[in-house]
Nanobody, 120 residues
Framework: QVQLVESGGGLVQAGGSLRLSCAAS????????MGWYRQAPGKQRELVAGITFDGKTNYADSVKGRFTISRDSAKNTAYLQMNSLKPEDTAVYYC??????????????WGQGTQVTVSS
């Protein structure tokens, strides 16, 4: 099995910064992509940012220029640096990983979510 453990959420004022971390562990052979999604109350879960095994990134238009995704492949960890936070960034943030197990089975995994609240 693969576990994703997120950390770094919290309460911050508008204009502030937070850094989220997501550490993957378990029966991992390799991780193809890692990403961050978010879900605000009453809204659908949406992709915030993603990063491939070779470092290619993509971002939601709403966070371009403010958020940066990165990963440490040696540690199977992804990070989301969030700057210039806005109240509309308030949501539960979920880590996602597309991974290949040690038995060569490919699966998608989700973390438990971490709350990010931005006050105005």
């Amino acid at each position: 099995q693969v576990q994703l453990v997120e950390s770094g959420g919290g309460l911050v004022q508008a204009g502030g910064s937070l850094r989220l971390s997501c550490a993957a562990s378990g029966t991992i052979r390799s991780i193809l992509t890692m990403g961050w999604y978010r879900q605000a109350p009453g809204k659908q879960r949406e992709l915030v940012a993603g990063i491939t095994f070779d470092g290619k990134t993509n971002y939601a238009d709403s966070v371009k220029g403010r958020f940066t995704i990165s990963r440490d492949s040696a540690k199977n960890t992804a990070y989301l640096q969030m700057n210039s936070l806005k109240p509309e960034d308030t949501a539960v943030y979920y880590c996602n990983a597309d991974a290949i197990h040690t038995n060569w089975v490919r699966s998608e995994f989700w973390g438990q979510g971490t709350q990010v609240t931005v006050s105005s």
